[in-house]
């Protein structure tokens, strides 16, 4: 995939937008140099805990509402954490950013998931939820 010279124009296109967004020393953050290490891997692990932990609760009777909040939690946070990655990204060589962008797709499709099982267990639709939330789970473990 690293080798792959087939997306280059996506990956230089995505570099481009990424680094023309005016965040002037929010990208800084974003990368961890206040911390002294890259924030991106830290970030991620509030939802991807919170969705392994959601699928535990899936399969525990009566902890519905505390999937369904798990899940809501995982949302939210993966925004930022997308968006650390993403400045990270954009920094790599192209060889990592083919790869990289392998990685987003596949965690936009689990998040895509995770909103469907979110809006599903709102709704009451518990089996639909658990089953959509699997599909997200399987996304982005896979990316």
Do not use: I, K
């Not at 800084?28 to 699928?55: E, F, K, Y």
């Not at 939330?133 to 996304?139: C, E, F, I």
């Amino acid at each position: 995939m690293e080798h792959s010279e087939r997306a280059d124009r996506l990956v230089d296109a995505v570099r481009t937008v990424v680094q023309a967004v005016p965040l002037g020393r929010g990208r800084d953050v974003l990368h961890g140099r206040w911390l002294g290490h890259p924030v991106h891997p830290l970030m991620v692990q509030v939802p991807l805990g919170s969705w392994m932990s959601a699928a535990v609760l899936d399969f525990v009777h009566g902890q519905q509402r505390a999937a369904r909040m798990l899940v809501g939690t995982a949302l939210v946070a993966a925004l930022p954490a997308a968006a650390a990655g993403w400045a990270d990204s954009a920094e790599l060589r192209r060889p990592q950013m083919r790869v990289g962008l392998v990685h987003a797709a596949a965690n936009a499709a689990g998040v895509a998931c995770y909103g469907v099982s979110f809006a599903a267990r709102a709704r009451g639709r518990f089996a639909r939820g658990r089953l959509w939330g699997l599909a997200g789970l399987a996304a982005v473990s896979a990316g």
